[in-house]
């Protein structure tokens, strides 16, 4: 399983970012797949889900900001990112699951991370 994420960046206050997630080595479609990301010293925060289905979840900090989108004919999960704040700052992770994702712990797999970095 390879999860390999991109899009990250420097970016100004109230700018926007499209990161997306490229995956191999498992059949992308049937497996949920998220967002989370970590600043050095604190814990991973989970941002995102999107099922098999295309259902999605995001936490409250998040929502109306950011939006979780997959293509399964490319295996490709994206996070579009609005109006970024400096404490959107962090390394962003995608993982994957072969399960319905319900928590964190809940996913198998993690990218590397792509770093954003919102600043003025």
């Known amino acids: 399983v390879q999860l390999v994420e991109s899009g990250g960046g420097l970016v100004q206050p109230g700018g926007s970012l499209r990161l997306a997630c490229a995956t191999s080595?498992?059949?992308?479609?049937?497996?949920?797949v998220g967002w989370a990301r970590q600043v050095p010293g604190k814990q991973l925060e989970w941002l995102a889900n999107i099922g098999s289905n295309g259902g999605t979840y995001y936490i409250d900090s998040v929502k109306g900001r950011f939006t979780i989108s997959r293509d399964n004919a490319k295996k490709t999960v994206y996070l579009q990112m609005h109006d970024l704040k400096a404490e959107d700052t962090a390394a962003y992770l995608c993982?994957?699951?072969?399960?319905?994702?319900?928590?964190?712990?809940?996913?198998?797999?993690w990218g590397q991370g792509t770093q954003v970095t919102v600043s003025s």
């Open positions: 080595g498992f059949t992308f479609s049937t497996y949920d």
């Open positions: 993982g994957t699951s072969s399960r319905p994702v319900l928590r964190l712990y809940h996913y198998d797999y």
